[in-house]
């Protein structure tokens, strides 16, 4: 996002919607592509492969990113340079990482009672609320979140939608492998159709400069998958497992890139760097939060009854999320010549553009 919007600064072009889109379906894609792949590498070389299979593909990243991303010697020059204890905040990324690391290990075991682990998080975070207000360079701009609400909507955006998807994920591949006995390559595949339906719907929105509409449905559509879980025992046919799986799949890659377009327009371009790692936070949070529920609702092992009492938390986390999103009036096109842009930041959703045939523009602070 920061490489993104850095060229299109240092050529002073507009930036295409489709590169957003891009980089939001390669990242769905992957994503996506995940359980598939994961179920045919554990059949064919056992668990250990899903780890190991990191090392070539990390390696290939450090060669690309070498070989094809801008250097830095030509990103353009937006402040003057600060001494690198300032510019890196190492006290600011410390006091998080202890917030982030706190939150997780409680929340990854509740009933562990470490309570003490929520205290921490709950001190660090003031810390750090109280440190970036005067840090020089804050690693995350507190004032920025307090004052810009629909960039911290869209944060709350992502935990919902990503809360739903990874509870649907990790918590219906447990059971259809545990209760209703399929592979684990059948299992991961039972989930490649929603993930090609995801891409496409991503490359399809990646090509729209409007984003309520799609993060709209993408909010609604999980309600339904949650009432199709209702709906599933462990003699249900493969087919059915597949169809309920495109209601969590499809969604994402609906906000995927409305989500990542509406972001990348509410942040000034000093910040869309950090701005996009903590869209990434919000997004792993809610995943560890997933883990969590499945947790309470499985225990020891995953049964029909803790699906559907999982399918009932989808539905009641779809109904927030849906209210969210369609109560939010930020994310509705202004009237013309009206903006509600945050102090520095690109205009905040569609009207940014003239019209659907001309690419998004890009204003700098």
Do not use: C
């Not at 850095?6 to 996506?32: E, F, M, Y």
């Not at 869209?279 to 049964?303: D, E, F, K, M």
């Not at 013309?336 to 102090?343: E, L, M």
């Amino acid at each position: 996002m920061s490489a993104i919007r850095n060229q299109s600064d240092r050529l002073q072009v507009k930036t295409p919607p489709l590169v957003l889109g891009g980089l939001s379906i390669s990242s769905l894609v992957s994503a996506a592509a995940g359980p598939p792949l994961a179920g045919v590498l554990i059949g064919a070389f056992g668990w250990h492969s899903i780890f190991l299979v990191n090392v070539p593909l990390a390696g290939a990243g450090l060669v690309l990113a070498a070989l094809w991303m801008p250097s830095d010697r030509i990103r353009p020059v937006r402040e003057a340079p600060l001494p690198v204890r300032q510019a890196i905040d190492p006290l600011g990324l410390t006091l998080f990482a202890i917030a982030i690391g706190g939150l997780l290990v409680f929340l990854l075991d509740l009933s562990a009672g470490l309570y003490w682990l929520l205290a921490v998080t709950v001190v660090a975070i003031i810390a750090l609320i109280v440190w970036e207000r005067r840090a020089v360079a804050p690693f995350i701009d507190v004032r920025m979140l307090a004052s810009n609400g629909p960039l911290t909507r869209t944060y709350l955006r992502l935990f919902l939608l990503y809360g739903i998807a990874y509870t649907m994920t990790y918590g219906f591949s447990q059971w259809v492998q545990d209760v209703a006995h399929l592979s684990s390559q059948t299992a991961g595949l039972v989930q490649l159709p929603g993930a090609i339906l995801a891409g496409v719907a991503s490359f399809w929105f990646a090509r729209k400069q409007g984003v309520r509409a799609p993060l709209i449905a993408a909010a609604l559509v999980p309600l339904a998958g949650g009432m199709l879980i209702l709906a599933l025992t462990g003699a249900s046919s493969v087919w059915m497992f597949v169809v309920v799986t495109l209601f969590f799949t499809i969604p994402q890659g609906l906000a995927s890139v409305s989500n990542q377009a509406a972001l990348y327009r509410q942040v000034p371009a000093s910040g869309i760097g950090a701005a996009a790692g903590l869209s990434r936070t919000a997004i792993y949070i809610g995943a560890i939060a997933s883990t969590s529920l499945i947790g309470v609702a499985y225990g020891q092992a995953p049964t029909t009854p803790a699906l559907h009492e999982l399918g009932w938390v989808i539905i009641g986390i779809g109904v927030a999320l849906s209210a969210l999103t369609i109560l939010d009036r930020k994310l509705k096109a202004p009237k013309p010549g009206a903006t509600d842009a945050p102090d520095g930041a690109a205009t905040t959703l569609e009207a940014d553009a003239a019209s659907a045939d001309e690419p998004e523009s890009v204003t700098t602070p």
